[in-house]
């Protein structure tokens, strides 16, 4: 997949600049077309640009720092950052699938790292998982290490 993704989106980029020369004004139903088409292949090709990133540099980072526990998904740097007070974090636990054994397509969607995970826990009436591709072994150790340290991080009742 590292190296198809670049020759998919050369050759993506060498069909639209094909298809943006035969745009004519006197054409018209066919241009509208064409301009569809074209967008439609601009958007598909920033979703393989985006998987090839995430696959090639792509990496889940947890912290509990300051009372919250932070998640983000880090490409090279940038990437979105999803903040839970530690106090509203409940129900932490290694959940499957576990492993990197792709079946279905909503697996493959979890496997990619567009979803899901094998740790999950509650925050806000809502269930968030991370810890794409980790073994259960592995899922259960980075549990134990997580769950220690948001009983620390935790906020003494007053």
């Not at 745009?23 to 509208?32: A, E, K, M, Y």
């Not at 990496?59 to 300051?66: A, D, F, G, I, S």
């Not at 259960?136 to 134990?144: G, K």
Request: glycine share 8%; aromatic share 12%.
């Amino acid at each position: 997949m590292l190296l198809l993704a670049p020759v998919l989106l050369i050759i993506m980029a060498l069909i639209g600049v094909l298809a943006v020369s035969w745009l004519q004004p006197s054409f018209w139903p066919q241009d509208v077309f064409m301009a569809f088409w074209l967008v439609f292949l601009a958007a598909y090709g920033l979703g393989i640009a985006y998987l090839w990133l995430w696959i090639a540099f792509g990496k889940e980072l947890v912290t509990v720092r300051q009372g919250n526990l932070i998640l983000k998904k880090d490409i090279m740097g940038f990437g979105r950052r999803k903040v839970f007070p530690v106090s509203e974090v409940s129900n932490l636990r290694a959940n499957g699938p576990f492993g990197s054994r792709v079946e279905n397509l909503p697996t493959q969607i979890d496997y990619l790292g567009f979803r899901g995970g094998v740790i999950a826990f509650e925050s806000r009436g809502k269930t968030h998982k991370f810890g794409i591709q980790l073994e259960e072994q592995e899922a259960r150790e980075v549990f134990a290490k997580l769950a220690q340290r948001l009983t620390t991080a935790r906020p003494e009742p007053r």
